[in-house]
C-alpha cells in the first residue's frame, strides 16, 4: 500500500532539571597594611557564572566565581573595613540524555548562596566555609513524526491547537561603564546588585533586536575626609545608575506573527573603585535570548481501522503544550526587623533577595509564587557603632492569571527589584521589598496519539453478507465513528444514510447502519 508523508509535532521538552553545589572554603591571612580584625560585622558570598558550554555527550560545564566580602571593625574605632576575595571554581555536570536531539537545548542557571559562617581566629586571620549552588534547567524542542497511515484505512483525526517550531537565539555581551558617584572617594563596595528589564524588542528580517536597561545599585564606604589617614570606611553612600543593553540576535525564520518572549540575564556584576575621586568600574556580564513561537493547528490521528482486513495499532501519549502566554506581576513584602541591638540612629541600606523561588497553580485557578525572603540591613547605632542585620522567612503570594489548570507550566523569573525601610518609635525596623515576576506560562494537550499501524493483509474480515443494512439503538456515548467501527463500515456512510451533518455529535435513538 503507498504512504502518505510523515508529518512531524513539534514538543518543548525539559531535558535536565537538577542543581550542582559547590563548597566554598577560605583560611585568609590579612596583609601587613590591613588593621586588626576587632569584631566581624558581617560576611556575604555572591555565586555568579563566567562561562558554560554544552558538550556534544550533553556535559554542561560551569565557570563560576563567588565574591566574597567581610566587613569588620577594628578596636576603638567606627570605622568599617573590607576584605574583598575571589573564589573561582569549574563544574561539569551529566545532564544523562544521550539522544539528545540536533539542536543544543537552551540551559537556564540561577545562582544562589546557600549558607555562610566567618569566624575570626585571631586578629589577623579569618576563617570562612560556605555553600553556593546553581540550579541548572535545560530545555529542548522535539520533533516526533508521526507515522504514516497507508491509504486505505478509516483514521479518526483530532484537531488541537499547538506551537510550531520553537526558533531561539541567544548572545552574551560585555558592558564596561564607568559611573561617576559624585562623592570624593570611595574605599570601597559594601552591597551591590543588578537588576535588568526589557524596554523594546522588534522583529526585523530574521533578526530580533532587543533593548534593555541594567538597573546597578551599591552601597559604597567614604573616607574620613576630617582624618585621611584612617583606615576604612567613615561613612557611606548609595549609588543607583542605569546602564543601557542592546543585542541583535540572528533567528532564521522569525516573523512579526511569531509571538516572541526576550529576556536578559546578568550572569556576572563587578564594581570596582578607582584610585581618585568618586568613580566606580563597573563590568558587566550579560546574556540576551530571544525564543519565539508561532502557533498552528495539528491534526492528530487517535484511531484506525480497515474494513477488510485485521488492523493493529500502538499508542503514544503526546503532551503538547498551547502557545506560551505572559504574566507580569509586582508585589510588595513587608518584614520586621527588631532593634535587639540598641536603638538606631541611621540605616545606611536595606537589600532583599528571594531564594528558592517556586510558582505553582493552586486548586483555586490562581498561581501561587512561594520562596525565601532574605533581607540585609546595614546602619549605625545612636552610640556611631555600625550593625548589620539579617533575616529570612518564607513568603507566599497568589498571583492573579487566567486560564490556570492543574497541569499548567510555567517558566519564570522573581527578583526583589527594591528594597525600602521606615524606623518606627519603639525603634524596630519595618522592611518594605518590591518583587518582581514575569512567567511564560502554557498548558498542556494531552493526546493518544497512533504510533504504529500494522495491517494483515493475508486476513480478511469476517463479514455477514446476508443483510444490506443494520438499525441499532444508540446509547449515551455512542458517536459515529464508534458506531461505524463497531459494525466494520464507514463514518461517511452512516452519516449520508443518516442525514447527520456532524460525526462529532453525539448519537441517539434508531439508526441505520449500512454495509461499507
Not at 41 to 46: A, D, I, R, V, W
Not at 318 to 334: A, E, G, Q
Not at 432 to 438: G, M
Request: proline share 5%; glycine share 6%.
Amino acid at each position: 500500500m503507498e504512504e502518505n508523508i510523515k508529518p512531524t509535532v513539534c514538543i518543548d521538552e525539559i531535558v535536565f532539571d537538577g542543581q550542582t553545589e559547590q563548597g566554598v572554603e577560605l583560611d585568609h591571612v590579612l596583609p601587613d597594611y590591613c588593621p586588626d580584625i576587632f569584631k566581624v560585622l558581617s560576611c556575604t558570598l555572591t555565586p555568579c557564572i563566567l562561562s558554560y558550554n554544552v558538550s556534544a555527550d550533553c556535559r554542561l560545564s560551569i565557570d563560576g566565581i563567588v565574591y566574597i566580602k567581610v566587613l569588620y571593625l577594628t578596636e576603638n574605632s567606627n570605622n568599617v573595613q573590607c576584605i574583598d576575595q575571589r573564589y573561582t571554581y569549574s563544574k561539569t555536570v551529566d545532564m544523562g540524555r544521550r539522544n539528545m536531539p540536533d539542536a543544543a537545548p537552551v540551559v537556564t542557571l540561577r545562582t544562589k548562596a546557600d549558607y555562610c559562617s566567618c569566624r575570626a581566629v585571631s586578629p589577623r586571620r579569618i576563617d570562612i566555609r560556605g555553600a553556593v549552588s546553581v540550579r541548572i534547567r535545560a530545555a529542548s524542542c522535539a520533533e516526533y513524526p508521526l507515522p504514516a497511515i497507508p491509504d486505505g484505512l478509516q483514521v479518526k483525526k483530532t484537531e488541537i491547537n499547538g506551537c510550531g517550531k520553537t526558533l531561539f537565539a541567544q548572545k552574551q555581551i560585555t558592558v564596561r561603564e564607568e559611573i561617576d558617584t559624585g562623592a570624593s572617594g570611595i574605599t570601597f563596595v559594601m552591597l551591590a546588585n543588578a537588576v535588568p528589564k526589557i524596554t523594546d524588542l522588534r522583529v526585523i528580517a530574521d533578526k530580533a533586536v532587543l533593548k534593555g536597561v541594567v538597573t546597578v545599585n551599591a552601597l559604597y564606604g567614604t573616607p574620613d575626609g576630617e582624618n585621611p589617614e584612617n583606615a576604612g570606611a567613615a561613612g557611606s553612600e548609595k549609588m543607583t545608575a542605569d546602564i543601557p543593553i542592546s543585542a541583535i540576535l540572528d533567528i532564521d525564520g522569525i516573523t512579526s506573527s511569531h509571538r516572541t518572549f526576550p529576556e536578559i540575564t546578568v550572569m556576572n556584576c563587578e564594581l570596582i573603585p578607582k584610585a581618585e575621586g568618586g568613580i566606580l568600574s563597573c563590568d558587566l556580564l550579560c546574556e540576551c535570548r530571544a525564543r519565539a513561537q508561532l502557533e498552528e493547528n495539528i491534526e492528530i490521528a487517535t484511531d484506525v481501522y480497515s474494513t477488510e482486513y485485521e488492523t493493529e495499532f500502538a499508542s503514544e501519549m503526546l503532551k503538547i503544550s498551547t502557545l506560551p502566554r505572559t504574566v507580569s506581576h509586582n508585589f510588595t513584602v513587608r518584614t520586621d526587623m527588631p532593634a535587639d541591638k540598641g536603638e538606631i540612629r541611621s540605616v545606611w541600606d536595606a537589600q532583599g533577595e528571594l531564594t528558592n523561588p517556586v510558582l505553582r497553580p493552586n486548586e483555586n485557578g490562581e498561581l501561587v509564587l512561594s520562596g525565601t525572603l532574605c533581607t540585609r540591613v546595614y546602619g549605625a547605632m545612636t552610640d556611631g557603632v555600625p550593625f548589620f542585620s539579617e533575616k529570612q522567612e518564607p513568603i507566599e503570594q497568589a498571583i492573579p492569571a487566567d486560564d490556570v489548570l492543574p497541569d499548567t507550566l510555567s517558566e519564570f523569573n522573581a527578583v526583589c527589584s527594591d528594597a525600602g525601610f521606615s524606623i518606627r518609635p519603639d525603634g524596630s525596623l519595618e522592611i518594605t521589598c518590591t518583587v518582581e515576576l514575569s512567567a511564560y506560562l502554557h498548558n498542556i494537550n494531552p493526546v493518544e496519539a497512533v504510533n504504529t499501524v500494522v495491517v494483515h493483509e493475508d486476513t480478511k474480515k469476517q463479514t455477514d453478507d446476508e443483510f444490506a443494512l443494520r438499525i441499532c439503538f444508540t446509547g449515551d456515548k455512542a458517536d459515529c465513528w464508534s458506531i461505524a467501527k463497531k459494525y466494520n463500515t464507514t463514518v461517511r456512510a452512516i452519516m449520508e444514510e443518516n442525514d447527520i451533518e456532524n460525526s462529532d455529535e453525539p448519537l441517539s435513538g434508531m439508526i441505520v447502519i449500512p454495509k461499507a
